[in-house]
T-cell receptor
């Protein structure tokens, strides 16, 4: 079956760095997305990886290892507004998004 | 990025009534739109794929007679929850892929969501 695993909740300190991991098992693979979702709002796009390696975009970076079925989202210089859920989603062979349950990130002052 | 709107943002209805949710792509055309449902503290669950000019494709376990989808134009898809019951209370989100962005993939643009509460 298809499956996405990511931690349920993480806590970090303002100004610090946090890494949110995601492992996936899908029927075929056409890339991996990270979305940010604040409570009561729809998800917003953060990143897309389809090749192995690290993609950096400002304070956020995303990494992919296709051979390991593994990705992580790295958030630097954490701000209070980064408190949100972070959703990992893999695109399978039918170009259907398979969603993880999301990681709730709590930022403390 | 492209904008997708949803209306209404919140709706409260009595059990047994029907509720229509609209999803519009404001600055691009979308031949395909996706409808998701999200329960508290859970991930998005794809309910159906809405196709302009043809029937929607429903995911396994989703009742097509209960969740009516109409994609009458390239910018509008509607989801009607018929004979709503309290267990249908959820956060409904639509999304549309913009084929003009992203290159080899279709970036999904999400609507702001509709919070449905059935009493």
């Amino acid at each position: 079956g298809q499956n996405i695993d990511q931690p349920t909740e993480m806590t970090a300190t303002e100004g610090a760095i946090v890494q949110i991991n995601c492992t996936y098992q899908t029927s075929g693979f056409n890339g991996l997305f990270w979305y940010q979702q604040h409570a009561g709002e729809a998800p917003t796009f953060l990143s897309y990886n389809v090749l192995d390696g690290l993609e950096e975009k400002g304070r956020f970076s995303s990494f992919l290892s296709r051979s390991k079925g593994y990705s992580y989202l790295l958030l630097k210089e954490l701000q209070m507004k980064d408190s949100a859920s972070y959703l990992c989603a893999a695109l399978d062979s039918n170009y259907q998004l398979i969603w993880g349950a999301g990681t709730k990130l709590i930022i403390k002052p | 990025g492209a904008v997708v709107s949803q209306h209404p943002s919140r709706v409260i209805c009595k059990s047994g009534t029907s509720v229509k949710i609209e999803c519009r792509s404001l600055d691009f055309q979308a031949t395909t739109m996706f409808w998701y449902r999200q329960f508290p503290k859970q991930s998005l669950m794809l309910m159906a794929t809405s196709n302009e000019g043809s029937k929607a494709t429903y995911e396994q376990g989703v009742e097509k007679d209960k969740f009516l989808i109409n994609h009458a134009s390239l910018t509008l898809s509607t989801l009607t929850v018929t004979s709503a019951h309290p267990e249908d209370s959820s956060f409904y989100i639509c999304s549309a892929p913009d084929p003009l962005t992203g290159g080899d993939y279709y970036e999904q643009f999400f609507g702001p969501g509709t919070r449905l509460t059935v009493l």
